[in-house]
Nanobody
């Protein structure tokens, strides 16, 4: 059974940095598309970034504004999200998601309904 376990969430001040990790039970190459989503209280879940493991194809939401970097770690079991210059608006629960069979493409990478596996989330809180 596929499992995704997030870690790295914390409370930081505006301008700070965090590195989120998603440890997968399978090699990340098993998945055709992996992503980070976040959900703030009272708001819908939205995509933050996505990638096709093993390829240079990366996707970022507009609000990221070059502050975050999604990557696949060398252990081939971990998806990371380096977050710099954090803002209070980044406060949310962050979820790792993955799917197999459908690659991330510009017209589908942000569709939460296409991701089959989800982690339990890790909380990020940014104070002003």
């Amino acid at each position: 059974q596929v499992q995704l376990v997030e870690s790295g969430g914390d409370s930081v001040q505006t301008g700070g940095s965090l590195r989120l990790s998603c440890e997968a039970s399978e090699y990340t190459y098993t998945y055709t598309c992996m992503a980070w989503f976040h959900q703030a209280p009272g708001k819908e879940r939205e995509v933050v970034a996505a990638m096709n493991p093993g390829t240079p194809a990366l996707y970022y939401a507009d609000f990221v504004e070059n502050r975050f970097t999604i990557s696949q770690d060398n252990d081939d079991h971990t998806l990371s999200l380096q977050m710099d210059f954090l803002k209070p608006d980044d406060t949310a629960m962050y979820y790792c998601a993955a799917r197999a069979g459908t690659f991330c493409y510009p017209d589908n990478w942000d569709d939460a309904g296409l991701y089959k596996w989800w982690g339990q989330g890790t909380q990020v809180t940014v104070s002003s």
